[in-house]
C-alpha cells in the first residue's frame, strides 16, 4: 500500500500524491519480470566523447521517461477536466492500471493538486535490454529507484480545503520498473513506467 500525499492508495508503487481505495481492473500488457541473470549493473558515466553503449542509452532514456511520468501525473492532477488518455505515453502494464483509476476517482470527486513533485534523487539499478520474446514479457527493462518530494504539494477537496493527512512524510523512496514493448521500433522513446514498489528505507533530505 502506497500513500499519496497521506491518503491511502490502492496502487502499490503509484506516485504520492493523493488517493481513495479503489478495485483492480485488467491491462492489456502484463508487468515485466526482469530475469537476474539478464539484468546488468547500471552504467558508470564515464568521461567520454564516444557514443553511450545501448545499455548507457537506456538507462538515459527510461529516467527522462520516469521523470515525464512524474510530470505528467503532477499536471493531470491538477486539472480535474484533464483527460487521463494521455497517460498511454507515460505508463502501461499495472501502473497505467492504477494511475487511470486513480486520477479518474479524484476527478470525480472534485479533488485537485497543488504544487509539483520533486524528484530529488534518481538511481539505476539495473538495465535489462533482452527482447527476445515480448509477447511473453520478455522486454527491454530499466529498474529505477526515486526519491521523491512532495513537500510542496497539497490536494484540495471540492470544498477547496485541504484533504491531506497532518502526519504525511514528503519524502520517500519508490522503486520503478521502465519498460519497453516497442524497442525495436522504438528504442529512444518507447519506455514507459510499469510497475513501482515502496522501498523500506530512510528518506532521502527533502529538495
Given at each position: 500500500m502506497t500513500y499519496r500525499l497521506g491518503l491511502k492508495s490502492w496502487a502499490t508503487g503509484a506516485l504520492v500524491l493523493a488517493a481513495v481505495s479503489a478495485c483492480g481492473g485488467t491491462t492489456t500488457d502484463s508487468a515485466p519480470a526482469t530475469s537476474p541473470s539478464a539484468a546488468t549493473a547500471p552504467p558508470k558515466a564515464t568521461p567520454s566523447t564516444s557514443p553511450a553503449s545501448p545499455s548507457e542509452a537506456a538507462a538515459s532514456h527510461a529516467s527522462s521517461a520516469v521523470r515525464r511520468y512524474f510530470s505528467t501525473i503532477d499536471r493531470l492532477a491538477q486539472d480535474p477536466s484533464s483527460d487521463t488518455s494521455e497517460l498511454n505515453s507515460v505508463t502501461t502494464s499495472s501502473e497505467l492500471t492504477a494511475e487511470t483509476r486513480f486520477l479518474e476517482g479524484q476527478h470525480r470527486r472534485g479533488e485537485r493538486q497543488v504544487g509539483t513533485t520533486k524528484v530529488a534523487k534518481l538511481k539505476v539499478q539495473s538495465v535489462n535490454l533482452d527482447n527476445s520474446d515480448p509477447a511473453t514479457g520478455k522486454i527491454p527493462t530499466v529498474v529505477i529507484d526515486v526519491c521523491w518530494d512532495?513537500?510542496?504539494?497539497?490536494?484540495?477537496?471540492?470544498?477547496?480545503?485541504?484533504?491531506?493527512?497532518?502526519?504525511?512524510?514528503?519524502?520517500?523512496?519508490?522503486?520503478?520498473?521502465?519498460?519497453?514493448?516497442?524497442?525495436?521500433?522504438?528504442?529512444?522513446?518507447?519506455?514507459?513506467?510499469?510497475?513501482?514498489?515502496?522501498?523500506?528505507?530512510?528518506?532521502?533530505?527533502?529538495?
Open positions: 512532495v513537500t510542496g504539494v497539497d490536494v484540495l477537496g471540492k470544498s477547496g480545503k485541504s484533504i491531506v493527512s497532518v502526519n504525511r512524510p514528503n519524502t520517500g523512496w519508490t522503486r520503478y520498473t521502465v519498460a519497453n514493448y516497442h524497442f525495436a521500433a522504438d528504442p529512444s522513446d518507447g519506455w514507459r513506467v510499469a510497475s513501482g514498489q515502496d522501498l523500506k528505507q530512510a528518506p532521502c533530505p527533502a529538495s
